[in-house]
C-alpha cells in the first residue's frame, strides 16, 4: 500500500467512538435542541478516524448531518486545543464568503460532553490524500491546482481588520518568532540529539530574515488533504483543520504549500519523487507564478529563504517526535516512522539554505 493510499485508510470516513472519547450523547443531544436552530433528532454519533488533535465526531439526524470537534479529555497544556478559536476564524470566513463549513454553535460549559466542542455543517467531497492528484483525470489536474492555488491568495487578500480578526494573532515578526520558538524547542531537547544542519540553520536563519513583514490571516497547514473538493468540479468548498491559523506572514504560508513540490510523499502529500510535466501538473515555478499574479505580486525574492525557514520548521517538529519516542511518551503509531524522516527534511531545509547564497 502507498503511503497516500494508507494515510487516507488511517484519516478518511468514520468508525465508532473509541474508548476514552465518548461522551453523554443524550445531553449533547439536549444542548443541540437549545443551540442549534433546526435541529431534530434522533441523534447518532460516530467519529472520524482523522482529527487526532482535536476528537471529531459526526452527529447523523433524518434532516442533516453535523460535525462536533471537541478539546480532547484530560488535562491540557494552556491555550492548546482552542476550538473556540476555530470556530471564530471559521465564522468570521464564512462572513467573508471563504469557503469553510458553516458554524452553528459553541459550547464552553465542560459538564454538557467533558469539554469544550463546536458544532458546524458536514460538508460533502471529495478529500485527495495524494498530491498527484490520480482520481483526477490527465487534462483535469491543472484546473484542481489552480484551485488551491487561488483558495489560498483569496485567503490572503482578506484583511483581518475587516473581517473582525484583527486581534487574531499578534502583528509582525511572525518569521523572527516562528525561528525563536522551534530553535528552542530544539535546542532543550536533549534526549533527542543534535544535528549538524539543523545547528547550521539555528544560526543562519535569524541573519537572512526578509525585511517584508506583512500581516494577514495564515491557514498554517494548508495541504491538498486539508480541502473538501467539489464532488464533480475542480472548486475548493471547504478548508478544513484551522488549528495553526493565525496572524501570519502570507508568503510563509504559501511555501509550507508550496512545500509539496520538494516533499517526498512518505512524509506528507508530496510531489518530490514525480515529474509534474508527465502528469500535467504545473511546475513549482508556474505555481510560484500563479500565486503572484493573483496577489498581485511581480515575485517572491526570497522563495528559497522560506522555503528553508518551513522545512527547517518541520524538521524541529519531527525532532520533538524524536525526543517523546526515547522517551516513550509518543502517542502517535506512526511516530517511529516520522523519526526515520526526520534527517530528510534537515537536509531538504539545508539544501533551499543553499540556493539562497
Known amino acids: 500500500m502507498t503511503t497516500a ?40 454519533v460516530r467519529q472520524f478516524k482523522g482529527g487526532q488533535s482535536n476528537p471529531t465526531y459526526q452527529l447523523l439526524t433524518p434532516g ?13 497544556a494552556r491555550g492548546a486545543h482552542a476550538v473556540d478559536r476555530e ?9 467573508a464568503d471563504f469557503p469553510v463549513a458553516r458554524v452553528h454553535a459553541v459550547c464552553s460549559d465542560d459538564s454538557v460532553i467533558g469539554s469544550w466542542f463546536y458544532v458546524m455543517d458536514m460538508v460533502e467531497g471529495r478529500i485527495f490524500w495524494n498530491a498527484t492528484f490520480p482520481e483526477v483525470q490527465h487534462e483535469e489536474r491543472p ?15 482578506i484583511d483581518p481588520e475587516a473581517v473582525g480578526l484583527g486581534d487574531y494573532g499578534r502583528s509582525g515578526n511572525y518569521v523572527e518568532r516562528q525561528i525563536s ?27 537572512a ?5 506583512e500581516t494577514r490571516i495564515v491557514h498554517g497547514d494548508f495541504r491538498c488533504d486539508n480541502l473538501i473538493f467539489h464532488p464533480r468540479e475542480p472548486r475548493v468548498i471547504a478548508v478544513l483543520d484551522w ?15 508550496a512545500m509539496m513540490y520538494r516533499m517526498p510523499p512518505e512524509i506528507v502529500a508530496g510531489l518530490g519523487d514525480v515529474d509534474p510535466a508527465s502528469l500535467n501538473i504545473p511546475t513549482e515555478a508556474d505555481y510560484v507564478a500563479q500565486y503572484c499574479a493573483t496577489t498581485g505580486r511581480a515575485s517572491i525574492p526570497d522563495y528559497a529563504f522560506y522555503m528553508a525557514f518551513n522545512f527547517f520548521r518541520m524538521a524541529a517538529i519531527f525532532h520533538g517526535i524524536k525526543g517523546r519516542v526515547i522517551r516513550g511518551s509518543a502517542a502517535s503509531p506512526h511516530s517511529v516512522t516520522r523519526v526515520q524522516n526526520y534527517p530528510k527534511l534537515v537536509q531538504l531545509a539545508v539544501d533551499a539554505a543553499k540556493e539562497c547564497r
Open 243 to 257: 488549528e495553526l491559523s493565525t496572524l501570519g506572514s502570507p508568503l510563509g504560508d504559501f511555501t509550507y504549500h
Open 143 to 157: 484546473r484542481y491546482f489552480a484551485a488551491m492555488n487561488q483558495t489560498l491568495a483569496r485567503l490572503h487578500r
Open 181 to 207: 520558538r522551534w530553535s528552542r524547542s530544539y535546542l532543550t531537547d536533549a534526549d533527542a540529539g543534535r544535528d549538524p544542519g539543523m545547528d547550521r540553520l539555528i544560526e543562519w536563519l535569524p541573519t
Open 87 to 95: 470556530a471564530r476564524v471559521l465564522t468570521a470566513l464564512a462572513g
Open 5 to 44: 493510499a494508507a494515510s487516507a485508510a488511517a484519516n478518511s470516513g468514520t468508525t465508532a467512538v473509541r474508548e476514552r472519547f465518548g461522551f453523554d450523547e443524550a445531553a449533547l443531544a439536549r444542548w443541540m435542541s437549545t443551540h442549534v436552530e433546526g435541529y431534530s433528532g434522533p441523534m447518532a
Open 64 to 76: 442533516k448531518t453535523y460535525v462536533l470537534r471537541r478539546k480532547p479529555p484530560g488535562q491540557l
Open 209 to 213: 530574515i526578509p525585511d517584508t513583514d
